[in-house]
């Protein structure tokens, strides 16, 4: 019977027993309550001046704490022949039981703390379905070790940090490159954004002895030193924000490895919150080389994917997604994509422009926008607003132009790429058998001038920031795109 | 070609007959019945807004919330909507009727529909995911249905047509499932 097979692999093998989590969970169950409950309730009641709904949520910390810690107490999980069953729950008992085939990976993340204890959380991920099959928030290394064995049999790897040496380093990066990457992705400005928008939420930005301060000495100020003060302080912030971002980079991206180990990619990040997602290749549906002004200075690109099948955990998810090289050299950028997936590769192909009047189409709508923006900014608010945006109007043109001159799209080998943008270019790839859905759109300005757009729906579309929507082409152009599409797709079998 | 009724069987399970007929390739329009379907829907819409309007008319006059030298313009603004919802209700189901087709084919399910913004979505026979076939009140009156099929993608998850004869929606559900050896998985 089962255990028969089980006794063969390891003798001191713990297959059959149940296990539970590890032992800090609680802690952890407590700790992530603290987090999102207490605190922001603390905040409130120390600093707020009125009522605020946070205070409330202070209260729900009793239950919510006692909840986890029944739950710690219920999950149980073993191993079976070729199956890992889980149990859980005290008054709503679920037992699940999930078969080594249909677990794709098993992602961890390691915070702090979690390392201190020597544990992580896990996460399995199955082909389908938009929630992971199975989380354990937290296992020991051991055990994680142990279930990595048997999962996946024929590929071994220890713990978070050391991922198989044999393997095939597709893309690391070095201190450098996450300054660069900080750099670019200028991520101090969004998080004073949300710093100042936690703080005004709990009231933290009226009246206080600090502004009060700062406005007494402002207005003894003459109106020379103040113009002095701003300009000083603009390039202060600004060395800020770029501080913030390469610090924000530093910390989310250290030791930044993509490894190819089989049918699977697998990307390793983090300082203080270590992260080892795995994204099997045929999961990724899309491919996408995003690249800004700011790449463009740098001679670097970055490089997204799109995949179907898994959980929405956001670390994770931006990691492997968004994240998932984000930043190699253009040179080197088409190479990895034929690393990362041999079908997708974007070299070499033929490039369709789009049709003859797309330009002008372009520059025409360009112009008829920021007219609308220069006229409704006059009106409702100053004619200063308006000739501001008035004098944006040949910047627009100019994006169209450029636009309209880089737009293209192109059959590859075993699917289809489409390219477009002005300063922040993008290009993108799917492949047929990845491809759900073709639509061919006509708006009635596309009816006019005989155009149509073709537009290719992927599963698990978003992260990459791109899609393949390609307009303004000719009508019989749009009409055998879709219709090749249609029947290529059809051909090709789509497997999650 | 009796065939074709026990493809109505209510586990869905259609002859090969049947099955194949559908899958002619031909452009085919939506059933005459959607047009009254769909005027009777809009027509309770148009009611209900009317209800509303008056309603809320009544209590801004009593409440001044509208001072009462606007109110005819309101009453007035009011009833141009109506009027709109009015015309929409009888003459746009019509519109729409002349504007959608749909092919079934060894390649999948193709939809054209739009009046002013057109569009032509072909779903994959091997991407379908599952579909459902689903009648309101209204529709069962005439015999129509509306057929959703669902897919992996993002921005299509669902497609779907309204109008078709309740049996050749079922027809066309049971030759787009059976499309071969799995699930698309």
Redesign the interface.
């Known amino acids: 019977m089962e255990s028969d097979r089980g006794a063969e692999t390891e003798p001191e093998s713990r297959f059959g027993i149940e296990q539970r989590l590890h032992p800090s969970s609680l802690l952890f169950t407590v700790g992530r309550n603290i987090q999102t409950l207490l605190i922001p309730g603390l905040l409130v009641y120390l600093f707020s001046r009125g009522d605020n709904w946070d205070v409330w949520l202070m209260v729900l910390f009793v239950p919510v704490t006692a909840f986890g810690i029944i739950h710690y107490a219920t999950v149980r999980y073993r191993f079976g022949a070729d199956e890992i069953v889980v149990r859980s729950g005290l008054i709503n008992r679920n037992v699940r039981h999930i078969p080594f085939a249909r677990i794709q990976n098993i992602d961890l993340r390691q915070n702090l703390f979690h390392r201190l204890f020597g544990v992580s959380e896990v996460r399995l991920e199955t ?2 379905g938009s929630e992971p099959e199975a989380e354990f928030k937290v296992l020991s290394t051991a055990a994680v070790d142990e279930m990595r064995a048997r999962v996946f049999p024929q590929t071994g790897e220890s713990d978070v940090d050391e991922v198989a040496d044999a393997a095939p380093v597709l893309l690391e990066l070095g201190l450098d490159d996450l300054v660069i990457l900080g750099l670019i992705v200028n991520r101090g400005l969004a998080m004073v954004a949300a710093v100042l928008g936690i703080a005004w939420q709990f009231d933290l930005l009226e009246e206080t002895a600090f502004s009060t301060w700062v406005d007494a000495r402002v207005s003894d100020m003459s109106a020379r030193d103040l113009l002095l003060l701003s300009l000083l302080a603009v390039p202060v912030v600004a060395l800020l924000l770029v501080l913030l971002s390469v610090t924000w980079t530093i910390l989310r991206l250290w030791a930044f490895r993509l490894v190819a180990v089989d049918d699977d990619l697998r990307v390793s990040c983090g300082l203080l919150t270590r992260i080892a997602a795995t994204v099997p290749r045929h999961r990724i549906q899309f491919v996408t080389i995003h690249e800004t002004i700011v790449h463009r200075w740098f001679g670097r690109v970055s490089l997204r994917v799109e995949t ?1 099948g898994g959980g929405e955990d956001e670390g994770n998810t931006n990691i492997s997604r968004r994240w998932f090289a984000p930043l190699v050299r253009r040179d080197e950028a088409l190479e990895l994509v034929r690393d990362v997936q041999p079908r997708m590769a974007v070299d070499g192909v033929d490039w369709q422009p789009l049709a003859d009047g797309a330009r002008a189409r372009m520059v025409r709508r360009a112009v008829i926008g920021w007219s609308v923006v220069t006229l409704a900014g006059a009106i409702v608010l100053s004619p200063w607003v308006g000739l501001a945006a008035a004098l944006l109007i040949p910047f627009g043109v100019w994006s169209a132009w450029r636009d309209a001159r880089y737009s293209a799209w192109a059959w590859t080998p075993n699917g289809i790429a489409y390219r477009s943008g002005a300063f922040t270019r993008r290009l993108s790839a799917t492949l047929f058998e990845k ?10 300005f596309d ?1 006019r001038w005989r155009m149509a757009s073709v ?1 290719v ?6 992260p990459a920031g791109h ?1 393949i929507r390609v307009p303004y082409l000719e009508r019989a152009v749009a009409e055998e795109l ?1 219709g090749e ?3 290529r ?2 051909r090709a ?4 | 070609m009796a065939e074709h009724e026990s493809g109505l069987a209510i586990d869905g399970a259609a002859d090969e007959d049947a099955a194949v007929d559908v899958a002619d390739g031909a452009v085919r329009g939506l059933d005459p019945g959607f047009v009254p379907a769909e005027q009777i829907g809009s027509w309770i819409f148009v009611a209900v807004v009317v209800v509303l309007a008056t309603g809320g008319l009544i209590v801004a006059a009593k409440a001044e919330w509208i001072p009462s030298f606007w109110m005819p313009w309101a009453i007035a603004a009011a009833a141009a909507v109506v009027l709109l919802l009015c015309w929409t209700a009888a003459f746009w189901p019509r519109i729409e009727y002349r504007h959608t087709s749909y092919l079934v084919s ?3 399910l ?1 939809i054209r529909k ?1 009046v ?12 379908i995911q599952h579909t459902d076939v689903s009648q309101g009140p209204i529709q069962r009156r005439y015999g129509i249905a509306t057929l959703v099929v669902h ?6 998850s669902q ?1 779907e047509i309204s109008g078709l004869p309740l049996d050749r929606a079922h027809a066309i559900r049971d030759f787009l499932i059976n499309w071969g050896d799995g699930d ?2």
């Open positions: 082909a389908a179907a491809t759900q859905v073709v639509a061919l759109h006509e708006t009635p009816r537009r729906d992927t599963a698990g579309a978003g899609a879709r599409l249609a029947v797709s059809e079998e789509f497997r999650w | 060894e390649l999948g193709e739009g002013v913004w057109r569009s032509r979505v072909n779903v994959p026979r091997s991407r897919t992996a993608g993002t921005e299509s497609v698309g998985v």
